[in-house]
């Protein structure tokens, strides 16, 4: 049985920083891309980055660019995402997510896991 399970959101003021984990278990971790997904209330669930199977190569969307960062590590079965200089339109549930996919694929649709969510709010 796969699981994901996200831990680290919180509350936070506009310009800090948080750190999220998904820890992974049940399937082969190395295969997999991992990603970190979205969705603030009233909208729909968005792509935010990715991080290849080896950790060599990642994707953003351009308006969490310069400010967040994944990784992961084969060895715990573990991806982060680290949040930086935070903003309020970052609030949302954020989704760990794994997919045998390019790290430029942002469509949910092509990721097989998820996690259950982990909430991130920023206030102004």
């Known amino acids: 049985q796969v699981q994901l399970v996200e831990s680290g959101g919180g509350l936070v003021q506009a310009g800090g920083s948080l750190r999220l984990s998904c820890a992974a278990s049940?399937?082969?971790?190395?295969?997999?891309?991992m990603s970190w997904f979205r969705q603030a209330p009233g909208k729909e669930r968005e792509f935010v980055a990715a991080?290849?199977?080896?950790?060599?190569?990642?994707y953003y969307i351009d308006s969490v660019k310069g400010r967040f960062t994944i990784s992961r590590d084969n060895a715990k079965n573990m991806v982060d995402l680290r949040l930086n200089n935070l903003k309020p339109e970052d609030t949302a549930v954020y989704y760990c997510?794994?997919?045998?996919?390019?790290?430029?694929?942002?469509?949910?649709?092509?990721?097989?896991?998820w996690g259950q969510g982990t909430q991130v709010t920023v206030s102004s």
């Open positions: 049940g399937l082969t971790f190395s295969r997999y891309t």
């Open positions: 991080v290849s199977w080896s950790g060599t190569r990642t």
């Open positions: 997510a794994a997919g045998r996919v390019v790290v430029e694929q942002t469509q949910r649709s092509h990721y097989d896991y």
